[in-house]
């Protein structure tokens, strides 16, 4: 039961003061675990002007075991998997590197972090962090260019 309080408690301070360009609201409000996360692409980013759909599913085991987080959103990045699942790369959410006393206001910047200052040495699409790393011109454009088609207009 404690993690329910927990979760309660976290939700309420995202609702009330979400970390910049980020919102939060429970997808089915009879449900605790599974949210939905607005997050804008970061200025002077190929992602700016965009907003994109995440899910956020906390498992039972919170704090004890990390949530996920996947976009909803179709998103060009080498830390988001390019299927239907949009599966996020961060390592703060691998079990082994995952700590109860993170907060998910801290994964959540850090994921809109990561769309600022993508990981490609921390790939889940290679295709796509050898472009960010040998034609980042590219890289922008097809991001861009996928931002402008895929993600929600502010």
Known sequence: MGSQKRIAKELAELTESAPEGITVKLADESNLYIWNVYMEGPENSPYQNGIFHLTLT??????????????????????????????MCLG?????????????????????????EPMPDDAVEGRIAEQFKGDFPRYEEVAREWTRKYAVRG
Do not use: C
Not at 66 to 84: G, L, M, W
Not at 104 to 111: G, K, M, P
């Open 92 to 116: 703060m959410l691998r079990a082994d590197e995952w700590k109860p006393s993170s907060r998910l206001a801290a994964v959540l910047q850090f994921a809109r972090q990561l769309l600022a």
């Open 58 to 87: 906390l498992p039972t085991e919170y704090p004890f075991k990390p949530p996920t987080v996947s976009f909803r959103t179709k998103i060009y990045h080498p830390n988001v998997t390019n299927d239907d699942k949009g599966s």
